[in-house]
């Protein structure tokens, strides 16, 4: 069973760093392109960022280009999000998904979410 | 960059056909993805490539693609239809390939 967990959401204050990760269990993870996408509170969703299989391609949002950074280890099944210099609309459900294959294949799989605010 | 434009709201009657929008510069040219949100649940995917279905989404299910509009069609439309749908597209010429719509709220009546 595809299962993608993501952890390490929580409370961080303007201008602060925080790192989110999905681990990836039920599926060859080196074989599929993973995805960040987010949720404010309340709005629609909105696509963060987009890496390959083998980290040959990698896609930012313009929203969060430059502070925010995609990798993922392929050994470990793990993906991750480093985002820095957070800003208040950057408050968010933020989820990992998974691309059926290829890049822009759609996300079949997601996982449950986690909540980062960003407060003072 | 690409912008997706759904409709706010669809409402539709239990057993109805309920279409939902998703309209976009020559979108016809790019694929489409369709997925349901549930309040307080992830997003599933419905459909992909325009019209293809993951397993274990019924045929109710269906859409299409074409000039400046896709649409998805939800047929015989039941109770635990009622979501939030959201188009995306990939956009292979763009630095930011991934867009989504901005979502179509779907009550059954």
Same mark, same amino acid.
């Given at each position: ?10 409370? @961080?204050?303007p201008?602060?760093?925080?790192r989110v990760s ?9 074989? &599929?392109?993973? &995805? ?13 960022s987009?890496?390959?299989?083998s980290?040959n391609?990698?896609?930012y ?22 985002? &820095? ?7 968010? @459900? ?7 294959? @290829? ?15 960003v407060?003072? | 960059?690409?912008?997706?434009t /759904? ?6 009657a239990?057993?109805e ?14 694929s489409v993805?369709?997925? /349901? /949100?549930?309040p307080g649940q992830?997003p ?13 989404i ?8 074409s000039g400046?509009m ?6 015989r439309?039941?109770?635990g ?6 188009? /995306? ?18 009550t059954?009546?």
């Amino acid at each position: 069973e595809v299962q993608l967990v993501e952890s390490g959401g929580g409370l @961080v204050k303007p201008g602060g760093s925080l790192r989110v990760s999905c681990a990836a269990s039920g599926f060859i993870f080196s074989s &599929n392109t993973m &995805n960040w996408v987010r949720q404010a509170p309340g709005k629609g969703l909105e696509w963060v960022s987009t890496i390959s299989s083998s980290s040959n391609y990698i896609y930012y949002s313009d929203s969060v280009r430059g502070r925010f950074t995609i990798s993922r280890d392929n050994a470990k099944n793990s993906l991750i999000l480093q985002m &820095n210099n957070l800003r208040v609309e950057d408050t968010a @459900v933020y989820y990992c998904a998974r691309d059926i294959g @290829v890049r822009g294949s759609g996300h079949d799989y997601w996982g449950q979410g986690t909540l980062v605010t960003v407060s003072s | 960059s690409f912008v997706l434009t /759904q409709p706010p709201s669809v409402s539709v009657a239990p057993g109805e056909t309920a279409t939902i929008t998703c309209g976009g510069n020559n979108i016809g040219t790019k694929s489409v993805h369709w997925y /349901q /949100q549930r309040p307080g649940q992830a997003p599933v995917l419905v459909i992909y490539y325009d019209r293809d279905r993951p397993a274990g989404i019924p045929e109710r299910f269906s859409g299409s693609n074409s000039g400046n509009m896709a649409t998805l069609t939800i047929s015989r439309v039941e109770a635990g239809d009622e979501a939030d749908y959201y188009c /995306q597209v990939w956009d292979s010429f763009s630095d930011h390939p991934y867009v989504f719509g901005t979502g179509t709220k779907v009550t059954v009546l």
